[in-house]
DNA sequence: GTCAACTTTCTTGTATACAAGATCGTTATT
DNA sequence: AATAACGATCTTGTATACAAGAAAGTTGAC
């Protein structure tokens, strides 16, 4: 499920219409919307690609999360409703219980209500919904972290040295705990990433395959014929 | 040619198609890419309607550009190449140029190529990518200030300064002249929208009759059939 | 006259057919 | 034998046909 398309495939329209048994149309809208979030890379006449965020371009997207997060924390310290307050410290509760639990599942769900919860306190909807997007699309690689020897500790400790310096109003504190928050993650995820490419060293050179840079060899005799690639977008 | 299609619009298929002289196939896919950029609401099984930002979405979206030009100058005032700070200056004299022949629409041009160049310099691809993004969809609004009195050279000066303190390492200094240099165009903005709003005044409702809300009148005897709008995405 | 149920019409969503570009294989030429 | 030109095949992009849901109009009951 997790690893079911490999980096760089090739996303054949007629075998996933046979393969969902809709038509083709469908599958080019899905494959655009998919296009539009970042998963794949359509390339025009050529088709789509599956793509990962590379590690580099992971590390970069955290960096601006945390930077998202902090704005969001320094505007929500200013402007934060009694009613979010409140649901703020109900996330918070929670958390806390699922931490006691030790249920890393539990406290993923509720510690992404509690950040939902200063998104939208930050009375920037534009900015909670580019917020929500990103967090959306990180999601994954924060879950891989939970799974860190304290990481939870540790992660319910800084929450709540945001809803304190959310609650005193501490624009700037809240902003810097938060951007740590989110940095730590960015931090961790290279510890992650290192075991990982330990591990996967031997079959990484294999899942680069299909990609359209490596797998179409361009014949000599065809490299006449300048093109221009012509990204999508 | 600006004001084309009327805020709240629908975007009929066939009529579009017709227009165009295309498929319905093309313009369907032309669709929902505008609102995957925002410039159009899709509502399943009702069609798609044109949606330009309310005033009070573009104070926001002007926030968040402010903190990512921030974010990128922080960045830029330590990563930055001595190659790219050869294009800064470039684009910088190139702007000064165009500010003495008092050419607005040069000066648009080549402020614009400034900012790209710090979105680059900042050294985190996707921050860039975020940052051009926000930048275009902004550029309509953002040329409107360019007319004001007085703003190209407080403009020019904001770069300058920009510019020295990347020159000079100083990242909070370039990351707070930056965020302000942006912020002021959603100050102006207010005050050209409250001009805007004085002229329009009368003709404001008229345009928004063909709005899925106001304009689709559901008669009484239809209120049974409950729907979840089901909004998409 | 008003309101509800039915029917008609219109529009979106999906399937299929066709056109055009791209890759791959074959053949001919130097 | 290597390379270029040509043609076959496959795949995406576009057009058209069909299905299903939504809005509007019509008829009938109270």
Redesign the interface.
């Known amino acids: 499920m997790a690893a079911e398309f490999a980096e760089g495939e090739r996303l054949d329209e007629v075998t996933l219409s046979a393969r969902f048994a809709v038509s083709r149309?469908p599958v080019?809208?899905a494959l655009?919307?998919l296009a539009?979030s970042g998963l794949v890379e359509t390339i025009p006449r050529r088709g789509a690609f599956v793509r990962y965020p590379s590690f580099?371009?992971l590390v970069?997207?955290f960096?601006?999360m945390a930077?998202?997060e902090a704005?969001c924390g320094r505007l929500a310290a200013r402007r934060i409703t009694p009613e979010e307050l409140e649901r703020l410290e109900e996330a918070a509760v929670a958390c806390e219980r699922a931490m006691e639990k030790g249920d890393a599942d539990d406290y993923y769900r509720e510690n992404e209500r509690f950040h939902h919860v200063l998104y939208q306190a930050s009375g920037?909807?534009?900015?909670a919904g580019?917020a929500s997007k990103l967090h959306k699309r990180l999601q994954p690689f924060r879950r891989l972290q939970l799974r860190v020897r304290g990481r939870l500790q540790q992660s319910m400790r800084e929450h709540r040295q945001v809803q304190d310096a959310i609650v005193k109003g501490d624009a700037e504190r809240a902003a810097d705990v938060l951007r740590g928050h989110i940095a730590i993650q960015g931090e961790n995820l290279r510890d992650l990433m290192a075991n990982f490419a330990k591990q996967q060293a031997g079959t990484a050179a294999r899942s680069q395959s299909a990609s359209p840079e490596s797998g179409t060899r361009f014949r000599d005799k065809d490299m006449r014929k300048i093109r221009n690639p012509e990204r999508a977008e």
């Not at 920037?124 to 900015?127: A, D, G, R, T, V």
Request: aromatic content about 4%.
């Open positions: 149309t080019r809208e655009h919307g539009a580099i371009k970069e997207m960096d601006v930077e998202l704005m920037n909807s534009y900015l580019e």
